[in-house]
């Protein structure tokens, strides 16, 4: 089991920076793929990026490309989220997610057993 705790979010203008962290509790964060996703209350969480275990295969929603960036510290049990660019449309709550294994990506929550808490960010215009 892995504990998932996000921070990072906060207010920005439009077309600035943020990065967000997720921290992992336990031995075996190197056994997960992670992913980052959003949501705005009463909508679908929303896939943004997500990761394979060793950090050497990423995958983005078409929305984020190019703007954002998602890596893993397997020895600091930490993965990352850089968004650039950052747009009004970015605003949402942001949440990481782990998935067991070390095959596929994947940008379906419902594949994901293990989320964090979630984070804020607001992007004003």
């Known amino acids: 089991q892995v504990q998932l705790v996000e921070s990072g979010g906060s207010w920005v203008q439009a077309g600035g920076s943020l990065r967000l962290s997720c921290a992992a509790s336990g031995r075996t964060f190197s056994s997960y793929n992670m992913g980052w996703f959003r949501q705005t209350p009463g909508k679908e969480r929303e896939f943004v990026a997500a990761?394979?275990?060793?950090?050497?295969?990423?995958y983005y929603a078409d929305s984020v490309k190019g703007r954002f960036a998602i890596s893993r510290d397997n020895a600091k049990n930490i993965v990352y989220l850089k968004m650039n660019s950052l747009k009004p449309e970015d605003t949402d709550v942001y949440y990481c997610?782990?998935?067991?294994?070390?095959?596929?990506?994947?940008?379906?929550?419902?594949?994901?057993?293990?989320w964090g808490q979630g984070t804020q960010v607001t992007v004003s215009s």
């Open positions: 997610a782990a998935k067991p294994g070390r095959l596929l990506l994947s940008a379906t929550h419902t594949s994901y057993d293990y």
């Open positions: 990761i394979n275990w060793n950090g050497g295969t990423t």
